[in-house]
Nanobody, 121 residues
Framework: QVRLVESGGGLVQAGGSLRLSCAASGSIFRIDIMRWYRQIPGKQRELVGYIERDGATDYVDSVKGRFTISRDNTKNTMYLQMNSLKPTDTAVYYC???????????????WGQGTQVTVSS
């Protein structure tokens, strides 16, 4: 069973930094695109950015220049480095990935449980 687990969230002051991790585990053949989403209660879940298997990335305009997504395919792990954090970055951050497990070799999408990021002013 493929599982995604986020970690690294917490409380930080405005202007500070956090590094989130998304670790995929299970019998995984290949992970394709991986994405970071975030959600504020009562609002739509927002795509923060994504990273392709080859490392190509894109981000929502509001985080460009401040956030960096990376991945380590040998560890099946994606990272989100968040710098110059703002109170408007406060949200639950979710990992999402397209994964082909060994069981059927076909791509399925998976979500992590989320990790809370709170930026105080």
């Amino acid at each position: 069973q493929v599982r995604l687990v986020e970690s690294g969230g917490g409380l930080v002051q405005a202007g500070g930094s956090l590094r989130l991790s998304c670790a995929a585990s299970g019998s995984i053949f290949r992970i394709d695109i991986m994405r970071w989403y975030r959600q504020i209660p009562g609002k739509q879940r927002e795509l923060v950015g994504y990273i392709e298997r080859d490392g190509a990335t894109d981000y929502v305009d509001s985080v460009k220049g401040r956030f960096t997504i990376s991945r380590d395919n040998t560890k099946n792990t994606m990272y989100l480095q968040m710098n110059s954090l703002k109170p408007t970055d406060t949200a639950v951050y979710y990992c999402h990935a397209d994964v082909a497990p060994y069981s059927d070799m076909r791509v399925h999408d998976y979500w992590g449980q989320g990790t809370q990021v709170t930026v105080s002013s």
